[in-house]
């Protein structure tokens, strides 16, 4: 987790990776079912080998280097979140290999490990360690943060009495304030009113901006025009095409790329 | 396989070491529980001290003990005895519990698993106050006492964190395990000398010495009470202990990047 990469050193190469997860029922998560299957055989253990497995990703491979931004576009269900996952170092792949070099930043669920007890600044600090911050970096941080969800004292009560807006100011102000080589996003954030989002909007492209690296899963298709130089599509889990730059521009000025409707 | 050790290997280590990620976590958890009350976690030291103090009289009596000898006696087991059987539950849903975090973010396991053991050593030092007058009283804890039985205390978390990632992994597979673990401490309670003496077995002393458990708990009641250090408990505890290691690091090993699909 150390942030002293070489730039030249960051990158993402994936090689036939294979996710696929395994659904259990209450029968499946029993332990007497096991210990029937270890013992008897026939009945119940074709039972239970009949647990459904999904494949959520099947025998993907690229490559992502510095200045890639790249955009993930496919129908619910299609896997775009599980490869964000597996690019955060989630979920490992039962086969292929995936090599993920550089600090990774996901801005996958903005409300992860809130304490809903606890004060703002608690929250901020709780926030931040949880990213990987080191204490000493937390501490540095907080006033900008701070100062950037503008909610003033309200951060010194309980975030349970904060509106949903308020809340999400304070997760997109922590979560954006974290410096990474590799940035995973579900979707853009937009946050607040039509002030704030103004604000937030430039701070999140700030942040993309000086990040080499951009993996964003969107069902916007202008979105994606605007900020990726690649799309990789995603159809039940396999790749089916990928465009680049270019051909990228064309199509997506044309309004012709087809997209699925968000 | 080898690497899959190493990666075990590497997630305990670092895991231990990210003291201000499972400090806070485990610190939040125990605030958590007891954020709008005046007298917070030490409702649970005051419970306690009722108990300890109704059931010494009760039990003194029915075992036909002295009271001094007995309370003492009662007071370190039961408070240990909440330590072990608290932390052997909430161990089981380490990683059930954390299910968002763990789809979320990349942290090394153990980290969930300390946060747990973290938050129960919190409890128990509340809990630790009631020692202070019951050492007083008994008047026999000696500073080499007092500083192995912190010393127990310490190699007690340790083997909580073998159990945790051991229990954590099984019991996110496994549903029902918590349970059945649930079930087994309360025998193991009464099997355990923590209402009554060792010594009232008699020659089935054996009883109560193949029995980890009481091992496990004379490395903190024994210097308290007496001020000796037990070194048939250190060595079985020690023997434990290493077993413990090994199963949880070959789990961790074989397991550990399933859990994220578990849980």
Same mark, same amino acid.
């Given at each position: 987790?150390?942030?002293?990469?070489?730039?030249?050193?960051?990158?993402?190469?994936?090689?036939?990776?294979?996710?696929?997860?395994?659904?259990?029922?209450?029968?499946?998560?029993?332990?007497?079912?096991?210990?029937?299957?270890?013992?008897?055989?026939?009945?119940?253990?074709?039972?239970?080998?009949?647990?459904?497995?999904?494949?959520?990703?099947?025998?993907?491979?690229?490559?992502?280097?510095?200045?890639?931004r790249?955009g993930?576009?496919?129908?619910?269900?299609?896997?775009?979140?599980? +490869? !964000? %996952?597996?690019?955060?170092? *989630?979920?490992?792949? &039962?086969?292929?290999? /995936?090599?993920?070099?550089?600090?990774?930043? =996901?801005?996958?669920?903005?409300?992860?490990?809130?304490?809903?007890?606890?004060?703002?600044?608690?929250?901020?600090?709780?926030?931040?360690?949880?990213?990987?911050?080191?204490?000493?970096?937390?501490?540095?941080?907080?006033?900008?943060?701070?100062?950037?969800?503008?909610?003033?004292?309200?951060?010194?009560?309980?975030?349970?009495?904060?509106?949903?807006?308020? +809340? !999400? %100011?304070?997760?997109?102000? *922590?979560?954006?304030? &974290?410096?990474?080589? /590799?940035?995973?996003?579900?979707?853009w954030? =937009?946050?607040?009113?039509?002030?704030?989002?103004?604000?937030?909007a430039?701070?999140l492209e700030?942040?993309v901006?000086?990040?080499?690296?951009l993996?964003m899963?969107s069902?916007d298709p202008n979105l994606i025009g605007k900020m990726c130089n690649?799309v990789?599509?995603?159809?039940?889990?396999?790749?089916?095409?990928?465009?680049?730059?270019?051909?990228l521009r064309?199509?997506a000025t044309?309004?012709?790329i087809?997209?699925?409707?968000? | 396989?080898?690497?899959?050790?190493?990666?075990?290997?590497?997630?305990?280590?670092?895991?231990?070491?990210?003291?201000?990620?499972?400090?806070?976590?485990?610190?939040?958890?125990?605030?958590?529980?007891?954020?709008?009350?005046?007298?917070?976690?030490?409702?649970?030291?005051?419970?306690?001290?009722?108990?300890?103090?109704?059931?010494?009289?009760?039990?003194?009596?029915?075992?036909?003990?002295?009271?001094?000898?007995?309370?003492?006696?009662?007071?370190?087991?039961?408070?240990?005895?909440?330590?072990?059987?608290?932390?052997?539950?909430?161990?089981?849903?380490?990683?059930?519990?954390?299910?968002?975090?763990?789809?979320?973010?990349?942290?090394?396991?153990?980290?969930?698993?300390?946060?747990?053991?973290?938050?129960?050593?919190?409890?128990?030092?509340?809990?630790?106050?009631?020692?202070?007058?019951?050492?007083?009283?008994?008047?026999?804890?000696?500073?080499?006492?007092?500083?192995?039985?912190?010393?127990?205390?310490?190699?007690?978390?340790?083997?909580?964190?073998?159990?945790?990632?051991?229990?954590?992994?099984?019991?996110?597979?496994?549903?029902?395990?918590?349970?059945?673990?649930?079930?087994?401490?309360?025998?193991?309670?009464?099997?355990?000398?923590?209402?009554?003496?060792?010594?009232?077995?008699?020659?089935?002393?054996?009883?109560?010495?193949?029995?980890?458990?009481?091992?496990?708990?004379?490395?903190?009641?024994?210097?308290?009470?007496?001020?000796?250090?037990?070194?048939?408990?250190?060595?079985?505890?020690?023997?434990?202990?290493?077993?413990?290691?090994?199963?949880?690091?070959?789990?961790?090993?074989?397991?550990?990047?399933?859990?994220?699909?578990?849980?």
């Amino acid at each position: 987790m150390s942030s002293n990469y070489r730039s030249n050193a960051i990158g993402i190469v994936a090689d036939r990776i294979i996710v696929s997860f395994p659904i259990f029922n209450a029968a499946h998560r029993s332990l007497k079912r096991t210990v029937l299957h270890a013992t008897t055989g026939g009945r119940v253990a074709r039972e239970s080998e009949s647990r459904v497995m999904v494949c959520a990703l099947d025998q993907l491979s690229f490559r992502i280097g510095p200045g890639d931004r790249v955009g993930l576009v496919g129908h619910n269900g299609s896997g775009k979140t599980t +490869l !964000l %996952r597996v690019l955060s170092g *989630v979920y490992e792949p &039962i086969f292929g290999s /995936i090599s993920v070099e550089g600090r990774v930043a =996901s801005l996958l669920d903005l409300n992860l490990g809130m304490d809903p007890e606890a004060t703002g600044y608690e929250n901020i600090r709780l926030r931040a360690i949880l990213a990987g911050l080191t204490p000493r970096d937390v501490e540095d941080k907080l006033e900008e943060i701070a100062e950037f969800t503008e909610l003033d004292e309200y951060l010194e009560m309980p975030v349970r009495t904060y509106s949903s807006g308020m +809340l !999400l %100011r304070l997760a997109f102000a *922590v979560s954006t304030s &974290i410096d990474a080589d /590799i940035l995973l996003m579900d979707e853009w954030l =937009s946050v607040g009113d039509a002030e704030f989002s103004k604000k937030a909007a430039e701070r999140l492209e700030g942040l993309v901006d000086r990040t080499p690296i951009l993996v964003m899963a969107s069902h916007d298709p202008n979105l994606i025009g605007k900020m990726c130089n690649r799309v990789f599509r995603l159809e039940h889990g396999k790749m089916t095409e990928e465009l680049r730059d270019s051909q990228l521009r064309k199509t997506a000025t044309s309004q012709q790329i087809p997209l699925p409707p968000s | 396989m080898h690497h899959r050790l190493n990666q075990a290997l590497s997630d305990i280590g670092r895991g231990l070491y990210m003291t201000h990620v499972w400090a806070l976590l485990g610190l939040h958890d125990v605030k958590q529980r007891y954020r709008r009350s005046s007298l917070g976690p030490f409702w649970l030291t005051l419970s306690m001290a009722i108990m300890i103090a109704s059931m010494g009289v009760l039990y003194a009596r029915l075992f036909g003990q002295d009271m001094e000898d007995y309370l003492p006696f009662l007071a370190v087991g039961l408070l240990l005895w909440t330590f072990i059987s608290t932390a052997l539950n909430e161990l089981c849903s380490s990683f059930i519990a954390a299910d968002a975090m763990i789809k979320q973010v990349k942290l090394p396991l153990t980290v969930y698993v300390a946060r747990v053991v973290w938050r129960n050593l919190l409890i128990l030092a509340h809990n630790a106050v009631i020692l202070v007058p019951v050492a007083l009283w008994s008047g026999k804890a000696t500073v080499l006492g007092i500083v192995s039985a912190a010393l127990g205390i310490v190699f007690l978390a340790g083997n909580a964190v073998w159990v945790g990632l051991i229990l954590g992994i099984v019991c996110t597979r496994f549903r029902d395990i918590p349970q059945i673990v649930a079930s087994l401490t309360q025998i193991v309670f009464f099997l355990t000398p923590i209402l009554w003496k060792p010594e009232v077995l008699g020659n089935k002393i054996w009883v109560a010495t193949i029995n980890p458990i009481f091992h496990f708990i004379e490395l903190v009641r024994a210097p308290v009470l007496t001020g000796a250090i037990p070194w048939q408990s250190w060595a079985v505890s020690l023997f434990v202990s290493a077993i413990l290691a090994v199963i949880a690091t070959s789990l961790l090993a074989r397991f550990g990047h399933r859990v994220a699909y578990w849980v």
